[in-house]
């Protein structure tokens, strides 16, 4: 989930020009100054494995994210998300299991080259989340504390697509044994007058410790979206991803689907 929220940042706080300014589902779209824009999204993913350690992870997550526009190329944002003790497993505290996120991002751009950088810093609380008996030798009584980074890069066509690529690195800070998970997307957008789509592959990499592997995790995602504009600044939409070469060889399945909405006021 951690790779989900630095994502769900990296596709929130866009870029914004003449060819798009209507299109608040780009993925480059950032607000204009003095502007807000709300993103809401509520997915639900789930892991199942096979073998002897065979077993399933459900996981229902909501977030709320509010970018404002300092400038019309840079925006700051903030969000709030839980994830809901959904399974009933008892490895959740309760239905309470908040985590924060500050940003910003920056655009620029060459002509119809687009490019964006952005960087956010992530927390929670692991005794909130696991209960109070929550102990970890590298953590303590502390909250958990990650910095997030990521580069877009794209073109702009006169037709409405944009072709692009992004990576993005989230990394633990404050711990005695800090992690790197990195995600190389490739992938392109395309917008009509009432709807757009957005598709491509996530490619995941990194040290994370999991219950399961060696610690050396590769995954790679096939990720879509589809958006309807209900007015020029209000989107409906679905999204989703499903990991086509998991790394652990005794997982069955491994989907993210979630529906959002976005309101520029």
Request: proline residues 2%; hydrophobic residues 35%; glycine residues 8%.
């Amino acid at each position: 989930m951690k790779f989900r929220t630095m994502l769900l940042a990296s596709a929130a706080v866009m870029f914004t020009s003449s060819a798009f300014a209507a299109d608040i589902t780009n993925p480059f779209f950032l607000p204009t100054q003095g502007k807000f824009l709300s993103d809401t999204s509520v997915e639900f993913s789930r892991v199942k494995w096979e073998g002897e350690d065979g077993g399933a992870s459900k996981d229902l997550y909501a977030n709320e994210r509010l970018s404002f526009g300092l400038t019309d190329n840079l925006a700051v944002f903030a969000s709030i998300g839980n994830t809901f003790d959904y399974d009933k497993s008892e490895t959740l505290n309760n239905d309470h299991n908040f985590d924060y996120e500050l940003g910003v991002a920056y655009n620029h751009n060459f002509g119809k080259v687009l490019t964006q950088v952005g960087a956010s810093y992530w927390t929670y609380d692991p005794q909130s989340w696991y209960g109070q008996n929550y102990s970890d030798d590298e953590m303590g009584d502390r909250w958990e504390k990650e910095i997030n980074a990521h580069v877009m890069l794209g073109y702009a066509m006169d037709c409405g697509f944009t072709p692009y690529t992004s990576f993005s690195v989230n990394a633990d800070i404050d711990r005695d044994n800090n992690e790197q998970r990195y995600a190389w997307f490739v992938g392109a957008h395309k917008a009509w007058s009432k709807a757009s789509v957005d598709g491509g592959f996530r490619y995941e990499f990194g040290d994370e410790e999991e219950d399961r592997g060696d610690g050396h995790n590769e995954d790679l995602y096939l990720q879509l979206a589809a958006n309807y504009f209900v007015t020029d600044n209000f989107t409906v939409g679905v999204y989703g991803d499903y990991n086509l070469m998991p790394e652990d060889k005794d997982t069955k399945y491994d989907y993210t689907i979630g529906l959002n909405a976005k309101v520029l006021f």
